[in-house]
């Protein structure tokens, strides 16, 4: 495989639920981040890691949780959501951190919450 | 507050055609902007990037302008072709922060 993997693709969830997101790349970058794409707003970064070490959290309510065991893999896990978590969660990676490195994003966890 | 802003939501062009998309900032630290390209069911793809030191880059069909004084730039796709039929994000930033997205325009590219 190739480029960023995102599973699972569709998930739903009730609110009492726990659950994870797994991001995977193949890209041989350093950094990773999440980011968050609910309808008519634009992307909102969520999390950033910058080899493996968490270098921005963007003001994101503690029932997201992320990993970084190692530079190829970021999970974000997920506990007593709230119906207005549905989004589409979106990983993506990039060289390292530094602005100039373009992202690379996964096709995306479409997340819903009931 | 939003930083980038993408004021028209959805955009109609017809094949062979000129398709501009706009996107203007608020933050005068923005020093390097980009814009990517998202298919359904995909995420988004860079295609073309600008830094503040130039006013124009092109890269085949695609060609991005920033204007700088006006804290405006736009990405021109000619011809248009009916696969560019996509959302075209506007992303900002600096060497202080992360990309900053816009909402997204969605161009319709028709035969």
């Known amino acids: 495989e190739t480029g960023v993997t995102q599973t699972p693709r569709h998930l739903v969830m009730g609110m009492t639920n726990k659950k994870s997101l797994k991001c995977e790349q193949h890209?041989?970058?350093?950094?990773m981040y999440w980011y968050k794409q609910s309808a008519k707003k634009p992307l909102e970064l969520m999390f950033v890691?910058?080899?493996?070490?968490?270098?921005e959290n963007n003001s994101v309510p503690s029932r997201f949780s992320p990993e970084c065991p190692n530079s190829s893999h970021l999970f974000l896990h997920l506990h007593t959501l709230q119906p207005e978590d549905s989004a589409l969660y979106l990983c993506?990676?990039?060289?390292?951190?530094?602005?100039?490195?373009?992202?690379?994003f996964g096709e995306g966890s479409r997340l819903t919450v009931l | 507050d939003q930083q980038v802003k993408q004021n028209s939501p959805s955009l109609s062009v017809q094949e062979g055609r000129i398709s501009i998309l706009n996107c203007d900032y608020t933050n005068s630290m923005f020093d390097y902007f980009l814009w990517y390209k998202k298919y359904p069911a995909e995420g988004p793809t860079f295609l073309i990037s600008?830094?503040?030191?130039?006013d124009k880059n092109e890269d085949g069909r695609f060609t991005v302008f920033l204007n700088k004084s006006a804290k405006h730039l736009s990405l021109h796709i000619v011809p248009s072709q009916p696969g560019d039929s996509a959302v075209y994000f506007c992303?900002?930033?600096?060497?202080?922060?992360?990309?900053?997205f816009g909402k997204g325009t969605m161009l319709l590219v028709s035969p």
């Open positions: 890691y910058n080899f493996k070490e968490q270098t």
């Open positions: 993506a990676s990039s060289q390292d951190s530094s602005l100039t490195g373009e992202l690379f």
């Open positions: 992303a900002a930033g600096s060497g202080y922060s992360t990309l900053t």
């Open positions: 600008i830094s503040s030191i130039k």
């Open positions: 890209l041989g970058h350093n950094a």
